[in-house]
């Protein structure tokens, strides 16, 4: 699968990991860390031309040497992130060389993203601003507030986003350096007007938030 664009990628790799209590993108799963495992389908996919991996500041002298280590046909490299996901992405953004004009957004936690999946939010977008993996909700979702349910939401319009996020690079940046505080990059864009569309991710690109993902993640990792 070969777009005419290529893109850079930015895996978001700079978060404390509060809800796991660890920083668990450094956590080996299995043999190798959890990062790298992440890493692998971006350093695969022939639509990503280079990659920038954001990391927590006291992390990037011994990550940035691991990545010199292994042997890539495309560069890679480390940036400190920022406090918020959003500051980590906008620095990761600003760390691409200049003719990268697609960047794709990646949570270091989605380990089992494929490189198919990649290269079909960047295909999405030659008719876009942006296009996202996302998953069509099974659950029926509700509205609620103090324990009430305030309203049921129609299924048949509820997607569940995942990363990767990706978007022309002009709208993504001016995106990012608005004042609003976003938990994922599409909410952004939106916000400023862009046009975003989804591609249908899967259940298995589920970000690893907790321990109970963790071991899930490890009984996969074991069948790939
Ligand atoms: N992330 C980041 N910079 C931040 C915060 C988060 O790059 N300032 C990254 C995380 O490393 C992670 C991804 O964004 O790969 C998704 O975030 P999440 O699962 O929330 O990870 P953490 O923020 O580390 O976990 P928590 O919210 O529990 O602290
Ligand atoms: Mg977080």
Redesign the pocket.
Known sequence: MNSAVKAGAVI?????????GEKK?FKRLRKRTLLFHTLKPFLECGDVSEIVV?VPEENLALVSRELKSFTSAKPVKAVV?????Q??VLNGCLALSNNVEIIAVH???RPFVTSKLISATIDGCNDADGCIAALPSKDTVKKVKNNQIQSTLDRNVIWLAQTPQTFHKDVLIKALQQDMIATDEASMVEAVGGKVAVTKGFAGNF?I?THEDWKLAEELIKEK
Do not use: M
Request: no cysteine.
């Open positions: 978001a790799a700079a978060g404390s990991g509060e809800r796991f993108q954001v992130g920022g406090t918020r996901r500051d980590s949570d270091a936690a970000k938030t």
